[in-house]
């Protein structure tokens, strides 16, 4: 996820993706995406187990501001906010 100005890079899990980006749109959740107004989501990837899902985003945590950006360019070259395609 990011922020309007794309400032910002957030990685996180979630067993609902739907529902937990909406509550970062509403600003329901207090936490880092609320202080910097992350709230657009621009890449995801859905795993079938919570194990696998955890480990890749230790993996994605792990990897350089420019990995990331990579990796959002591979499947949002536009950097077009995805939550209203899920």
Same mark, same amino acid.
């Given at each position: !996820?990011?922020? =309007?100005?794309?400032? #910002?890079? /957030?990685?996180? #899990?979630? =067993?609902?993706?739907? +529902?937990?980006?909406?509550?970062?749109?509403? *600003?329901? #959740?207090? +936490?880092?995406?609320? *202080? /910097?107004?992350?709230? !657009?989501? !621009? /890449? /995801?990837? #859905?795993?079938?187990?919570?194990?696998?899902?955890? +480990?890749?985003?230790?993996?994605?945590?792990?990897? +350089?501001?420019? *990995?990331?950006?990579?990796?959002?360019? =591979? !499947?949002?070259?536009?950097?077009?906010?995805?939550?209203?395609?899920?």
């Amino acid at each position: !996820m990011t922020n =309007s100005k794309h400032t #910002v890079l /957030y990685t996180g #899990v979630t =067993s609902n993706l739907i +529902s937990r980006i909406w509550q970062h749109k509403e *600003k329901l #959740v207090d +936490s880092f995406t609320k *202080k /910097y107004h992350v709230n !657009m989501l !621009m /890449y /995801y990837e #859905v795993f079938a187990d919570a194990m696998s899902a955890i +480990s890749r985003e230790k993996q994605i945590k792990a990897g +350089s501001r420019q *990995k990331k950006i990579e990796l959002i360019n =591979s !499947m949002n070259r536009e950097w077009r906010d995805l939550y209203g395609d899920l």
